[in-house]
T-cell receptor, first 112, second 115 residues
């Protein structure tokens, strides 16, 4: 059973379009992180959200933590080819904040 | 740079052999994590060190897997009697405090192939 479900698994869109990817769970997390991973490299942290309802922006990327701290979304505005990569959400369970659990990821491909 | 390094970058071995994978964390980082990532999957937690001790080894799949961090810096992941199912990318990450609020800095991984 996957604790963190990411959707969609794959997404291929044209440059300039907007998109949203989701990370859902039935468990409560003390914090949730989004990473981006490129081929042959380790994941790189984009953002950490810790408060229910929190919204963080990183240039064209907007991250939201659900009010109940069970889910999160990543919205990209005007996608660019440089956004191509594997986007991973990872969470620390409310009772184990030193151990991070990863979802399977959303593989995003932006067509020029 | 002073990032996390892992060696070797690629390792090909035969079924039944013993392998060691090395991780050099960022200097001063007290927490060190090992993950395994199979094709099309997210990283799967294996073991977490806080200093020299394994704070949580619940992710190790079986007793063929073992990891050490004798001086609280470099860590070695050891796999005995390798099986084809062990083929994956093994990622190491370090963190300043070991709390999830702190960023985990990942190395590039070691790609292990068991023939």
């Amino acid at each position: 059973t996957q604790l963190l479900e990411q959707s969609p698994q794959f997404l291929s869109i044209q440059e300039g379009e907007n998109l949203t990817v989701y990370c859902n769970s039935s468990s409560v997390f003390s914090s949730l992180q989004w990473y981006r991973q490129e081929p042959g490299e380790g994941p790189v942290l984009l953002v950490t959200v810790v408060t229910g309802g929190e919204v963080k922006k990183l240039k064209r990327l907007t991250f939201q933590f659900g009010d109940a701290r069970k889910d999160s979304s990543l919205h990209i505005t005007a996608a660019q080819p440089g956004d191509t990569g594997l986007y991973l959400c990872a969470g620390a369970l409310a009772n184990r904040d030193d151990k991070i659990i990863f979802g399977k990821g959303t593989r995003l491909h932006i067509l020029p | 740079g002073a990032g996390v390094s892992q060696t070797p970058s690629n390792k090909v071995t035969e079924k039944g052999k013993y392998v060691e994978l090395r991780c050099d964390p960022i200097s001063g980082h007290t927490a060190l994590y090992w993950y395994r990532q199979s094709l099309g999957q997210g990283p799967e937690f294996l073991i977490y060190f806080q200093g020299t001790g394994a704070a949580d080894d619940s992710g190790l799949p079986n007793d063929r897997f073992f990891a050490v961090r004798p001086e609280g810096s470099v860590s070695t992941l050891k796999i005995q009697r390798t099986e084809r199912g062990d083929s994956a990318v093994y990622l190491c990450a370090s963190s300043p405090w070991g709390n999830s609020y702190n960023e985990q800095f990942f190395g590039p991984g070691t790609r292990l192939t068991v023939l």
